[in-house]
């Protein structure tokens, strides 16, 4: 009689759960990816001060993060590696059939941990990159050799676009094409598909009108983001539309910067900060849209979450935002990052939002969970496989 299967053990890395959407898909990842199947467990390091903790998030899904403390975003040579070091002997504790890393500081530490440990599936996704609008053209050069040094120990390299998987092989060149895979976000959207539209919960609790246009950005609240951009579209809106009201939904490194620019453009009246809201689906249905004046974006979940509720969205034509929003057939794009340029596209939109149900049902198709854990599913056993029949 044959021994029944042992389930795959998978070991979930991610530098900080911080509020954005690599933590929320690592946290499904690790629930959905459970017994009998499957053993999976989530590693992280410790956030930064002024950044959202959604650690409580991981928490309410049955799930009790492994922390090491050095594991955050910032970088350290001589912390690194004793994080590095810290992660090496948790592998070997924990003895994992997959390591799969996200993102840029974990994937570094957490795929040569894997392949000094000798750990049979070592997979990383770019849930975006960091070439680009982040740091020092030095800094960058730097940080594309550590990425080509460890996509060489990795199965493969996953990607949530086409795009992305484009960038990465032809204009960075950290791996050929053919080890990249791409595989789209999965989200439980259920919260926002069933929220109705125009709920009033919002707005009720900010004193907001319920025939006011109201604009919405959400997100940390850094430079990347652009928030300056949407602040000074705001300016040129309310010139159009004086009832406008524009919230700004999360907190960052320079959410004191941004509130001065509030002051400065004369709109305190007219702009609401809430800080980090656990509650996204009321807000959501209360926006009459959301907006991206990103300068550099990977695939932000506030889009997909969005649209999922039925919120239209404008959004800056940057990284994989194009290729979300079908180039243009789901949301309206805006090819620069002029305010007047973002200003006429939320307007035209406002005067004549798509239909929603569309884009509503693709997001669920694209990005719901269930789809994303069948094709990690195929994937993982796949890669253990091929393993096996090379060792016999």
Request: aromatic content about 6%.
């Amino acid at each position: 009689m044959s021994q029944p299967q042992r389930p795959i053990r998978i070991m979930n890395v991610i530098a900080r759960l911080n509020v954005g959407g690599p933590a929320v898909a690592v946290t499904h990842l690790t629930e959905r990816l459970g017994a009998p199947d499957y053993e999976s467990i989530l590693v992280c390091g410790t956030i930064e001060p002024g950044e959202g903790d959604m650690t409580y998030y991981a928490k309410e899904r049955g799930i009790e993060p492994i922390i090491i403390p050095e594991l955050g975003r910032s970088l350290s040579p001589i912390r690194d590696i004793k994080t590095l070091w810290k992660m090496y002997q948790l592998i070997q504790k924990e003895k994992p059939d997959v390591v799969h890393t996200h993102a840029a500081k974990a994937g570094f530490v957490g795929r040569v941990a894997a392949w000094m440990a000798g750990v049979p599936v070592i997979v990383h996704t770019f849930h975006g990159h960091v070439f680009r609008g982040y740091f020092s053209p030095n800094k960058t050069r730097f940080f594309i050799i550590l990425e080509r040094i460890t996509a060489r120990m990795s199965d493969t390299i996953i990607t949530l676009s086409d795009g992305l998987r484009r960038e990465l092989a032809e204009e960075y060149h950290i791996t050929r094409k053919g080890r990249i895979t791409v595989l789209p976000l999965g989200l439980d959207l259920g919260g926002f598909t069933q929220m109705a539209r125009k709920s009033g919960v919002f707005r009720k609790d900010h004193g907001i009108a319920a025939d006011a246009p109201l604009i919405g950005i959400v997100g940390r609240i850094t430079p990347i983001k652009n928030h300056a951009l949407f602040l000074k579209a705001a300016v040129e809106i309310k010139k159009q539309l004086p009832a406008a009201r524009f919230v700004i939904v999360g907190d960052g490194e320079i959410r004191a910067e941004i509130e001065a620019l509030v002051d400065a453009l004369g709109l305190r009246e007219a702009v609401i900060f809430t800080g980090w809201q656990k509650d996204l689906a009321h807000i959501y249905s209360d926006l009459d849209l959301l907006v991206i004046s990103s300068v550099n974006e990977g695939t932000p979940v506030t889009v997909i979450e969005a649209l999922a509720g039925g919120c239209p969205v404008v959004a800056t034509a940057v990284g994989g935002v194009p290729e979300l929003l079908d180039h243009g057939k789901l949301g309206k794009l805006v090819n620069d990052q002029e305010p007047k340029s973002l200003a006429k596209g939320i307007v035209e939109m406002l005067a004549a939002p798509l239909d929603g149900a569309e884009a509503q049902a693709l997001m669920v198709d694209r990005y719901g969970i269930e789809r994303l854990v069948k094709d990690l599913d195929g994937l993982y056993r796949g890669i253990l496989a091929k393993k096996q029949r090379a060792r016999t």
